[in-house]
């Protein structure tokens, strides 16, 4: 069973910076689809970014241009660079995996636990 732990996760002011990891206990290469979501409290959980395995990607509206996802399959990580944070941002963040990239996008087969991630304003 292939297991996926977040880190990175912070307080940080309004403004700032954070990059998240997600290691995967085994290759990602079997992954075509990988992605982060978030849930803030009271809010149902939302696709932040993903990436395929060709390095397609998408990212939501609310984080274009300010959010970068990226995976290094050499050291089975995925990552978000998330610069010029604002207190919207506040959120739990997981880290989430498909074989399938359409998958990713819908209902992941692979959950991290998450990671905490605070903007204080």
């Known amino acids: 069973q292939v297991q996926l732990v977040e880190s990175g996760g912070g307080l940080v002011q309004a403004g700032g910076s954070l990059r998240l990891s997600c290691a995967s206990s085994g290759s990602i290469f079997s992954f075509n689809g990988m992605g982060w979501y978030r849930q803030a409290p009271g809010k149902e959980r939302e696709l932040v970014a993903a990436?395929?395995?060709?390095?397609?990607?998408y990212c939501a509206d609310s984080v274009k241009g300010r959010f970068t996802i990226s995976r290094d399959n050499a050291k089975n990580t995925l990552y978000l660079q998330m610069n010029s944070l604002k207190p919207e941002d506040t959120a739990m963040y997981y880290c989430?995996?498909?074989?399938?990239?359409?998958?990713?996008?819908?209902?992941?087969?692979?959950w991290g636990q998450g990671t905490q991630v605070t903007v204080s304003s």
């Open positions: 990436i395929s395995l060709g390095g397609r990607q």
């Open positions: 989430a995996a498909s074989r399938v990239y359409n998958k990713v996008v819908a209902t992941p087969d692979y």
